[in-house]
Nanobody, 125 residues
């Protein structure tokens, strides 16, 4: 059974930094692309950043390019999202999930219940 547990969210001021973590079980990070998505109330969930650890392909939403970095530790089956220079528009619930399709310009989640419970990021002064 695939399980994903996110952590690291919190309240931070604009311009601040947070690092999110996602620990996975039931699969290997070296066999699957995985990514971060976020959602705010009333809006669709959107892809933030995704990575394929086996070939190094990554995706970043235009809104986070240059501010966020993604990495995956295959030995620990842990995914990270380093978020620098946070903006109020980054406020959302952040989820990690398995990725069905990933290239340099797009990232699509896998169908099915492969979502964690999420971690809340609030950027506010």
């Amino acid at each position: 059974e695939v399980q994903l547990v996110e952590s690291g969210g919190g309240l931070v001021q604009p311009g601040g930094f947070l690092r999110l973590s996602c620990v996975g079980s039931g699969f290997s990070f070296n066999d699957h692309a995985i990514g971060w998505f976020r959602q705010v109330p009333g809006k669709e969930r959107e892809a933030v950043s995704c990575i394929n650890n086996s070939n190094g392909v990554t995706y970043f939403a235009d809104s986070v390019k240059g501010r966020f970095t993604i990495s995956a530790d295959g030995a620990k089956n842990t995914l990270y999202l380093q978020m620098h220079d946070l903006e109020p528009e980054d406020t959302a619930v952040y989820y990690c999930t398995l990725v069905w399709r990933l290239d340099w310009s797009s990232c699509y989640p896998m169908d099915g219940d492969y979502w964690g419970k999420g971690t809340v990021v609030t950027v506010s002064s």
